[in-house]
């Protein structure tokens, strides 16, 4: 039992932080009683013992030194949570036109090793957003640039393949709040304040663009605000149910589609996204009993913001435990 307390003193990422105890009916066992050095100090070669008790170091630079590793932690933990989550949404099937690990759906200039390829990118690109939450106020024109630098960089590892624009803009935004409210003992609630804030502005300036795109278009010809207004909003098409009770992935790709005006899927015509929102709407309604059936029947449309919104959706159920509840 002592050797394995000191090897999660030793390997745990935040394992030097802790002192694990362990005792007999006689005595406390120590490391010497192992024949182990002494536990090293934080910041310097000699034993933390030695350190301790001659108050060699000023009690600031040991707060540092807990506070770097914590917020390190954090990170690297967030990051791989998020590529974990897409990675989820990537292999989650049936899934109606979406790439998944079966099928390439209606696409014939992807596959599922477009995305994959994609994740590499994207943890550098998150650990950047999630550094950027834990030391400073999260600045757009920051964002924006490392935005731009991280979709030229997805262009580049997927062959010209355009992937998970939608996501990145979406991760992008949360990740920086959702590490800020891990660090500061903050809830949910506090992390979508904080991205709606910054999506509302980051909104009033996309849509100022002369860049012609589906969104940009969705806006101008009917209004629709896609995945910029999503977010501005604080995700409505998420947040309306789900704190109900858990559902199946497809259930739940179900629910986000029956309420968000993708606008993926206006690249046919905005009829198709309305027809879609009214049939997911009826199979919620009727408890998910026709789900095979409406999979089958859509497996013409490719509901990527959708697909986005559900790997946030794996995103929130990994960290939301780690939150504060109020």
Same mark, same amino acid.
């Given at each position: 039992?002592?050797?394995?307390?000191?090897?999660?003193?030793?390997?745990?990422?935040?394992?030097?932080?802790?002192?694990?105890?362990?005792?007999?009916?006689?005595?406390?066992?120590?490391? %010497?009683?192992?024949?182990?050095?002494?536990?090293?100090?934080?910041?310097?070669?000699?034993?933390?013992?030695?350190?301790?008790?001659?108050?060699?170091?000023?009690?600031?630079?040991?707060?540092?030194?807990?506070?770097?590793?914590?917020?390190?932690?954090?990170?690297?933990?967030?990051?791989?949570?998020?590529?974990?989550?897409?990675?989820?949404?990537? =292999?989650?099937?049936?899934? =109606?036109?979406?790439?998944?690990?079966?099928?390439?759906?209606?696409?014939?200039?992807?596959? #599922?090793?477009?995305?994959?390829?994609?994740?590499?990118?994207?943890?550098?690109?998150?650990?950047?957003?999630?550094?950027?939450?834990?030391?400073?106020?999260?600045?757009?024109?920051?964002?924006?640039?490392?935005?731009?630098?991280?979709?030229?960089?997805?262009?580049?590892?997927?062959?010209?393949?355009?992937?998970?624009?939608?996501?990145?803009?979406?991760?992008?935004?949360?990740?920086?709040?959702?590490?800020?409210?891990?660090?500061?003992?903050?809830?949910?609630?506090?992390?979508?304040?904080?991205?709606?804030?910054?999506?509302? %502005?980051?909104?009033?300036?996309?849509?100022?663009?002369?860049?012609?795109?589906?969104?940009?278009?969705?806006?101008?010809?009917?209004? #629709?605000?896609?995945?910029?207004?999503?977010?501005?909003?604080?995700?409505?098409?998420?947040?309306?149910?789900?704190?109900?009770?858990?559902?199946?992935?497809?259930?739940?790709?179900?629910? #986000?589609?029956?309420?968000?005006?993708?606008?993926?899927?206006?690249?046919?015509?905005?009829?198709?996204?309305?027809?879609?929102?009214?049939?997911?709407?009826?199979?919620?309604?009727?408890? =998910?009993?026709?789900? #095979?059936?409406?999979?089958?029947?859509?497996?013409?449309v490719s509901p990527g913001g959708a697909a986005d919104?559900?790997?946030?959706?794996?995103?929130?159920?990994?960290?939301?435990?780690?939150?504060?509840?109020?």
């Amino acid at each position: 039992v002592k050797k394995t307390s000191i090897f999660i003193e030793t390997h745990h990422p935040l394992g030097r932080l802790v002192d694990l105890d362990v005792s007999t009916q006689e005595k406390q066992l120590t490391r %010497r009683d192992l024949s182990l050095p002494e536990r090293p100090c934080f910041l310097c070669a000699n034993s933390a013992t030695y350190c301790r008790r001659n108050q060699t170091h000023p009690s600031g630079e040991l707060i540092g030194f807990v506070r770097k590793t914590v917020q390190s932690d954090i990170m690297n933990h967030l990051s791989l949570q998020a590529i974990l989550a897409l990675r989820k949404e990537l =292999f989650t099937y049936p899934c =109606f036109g979406l790439v998944s690990s079966k099928t390439t759906g209606i696409h014939t200039d992807m596959n #599922i090793s477009h995305f994959l390829a994609a994740h590499p990118v994207l943890l550098k690109a998150f650990k950047t957003y999630i550094d950027l939450g834990l030391r400073d106020d999260v600045e757009i024109a920051t964002l924006k640039a490392l935005g731009k630098k991280t979709e030229q960089a997805l262009l580049e590892a997927c062959n010209g393949v355009n992937t998970y624009k939608g996501a990145h803009y979406i991760f992008g935004h949360v990740l920086p709040y959702l590490a800020r409210a891990l660090l500061q003992d903050k809830g949910l609630n506090t992390v979508i304040a904080d991205v709606k804030k910054t999506g509302q %502005r980051l909104m009033e300036q996309g849509f100022k663009t002369t860049t012609k795109t589906t969104g940009i278009n969705a806006y101008q010809n009917h209004g #629709i605000q896609g995945v910029r207004g999503e977010v501005a909003s604080g995700f409505p098409s998420i947040f309306s149910w789900y704190h109900e009770a858990r559902f199946t992935p497809q259930e739940t790709l179900i629910k #986000i589609m029956a309420r968000l005006d993708d606008t993926t899927l206006m690249k046919q015509d905005v009829k198709t996204l309305h027809a879609v929102k009214r049939a997911m709407k009826q199979v919620e309604d009727q408890g =998910f009993k026709d789900i #095979i059936h409406v999979y089958d029947a859509f497996k013409h449309v490719s509901p990527g913001g959708a697909a986005d919104l559900l790997a946030l959706v794996f995103l929130f159920d990994a960290i939301t435990p780690c939150l504060k509840t109020a």
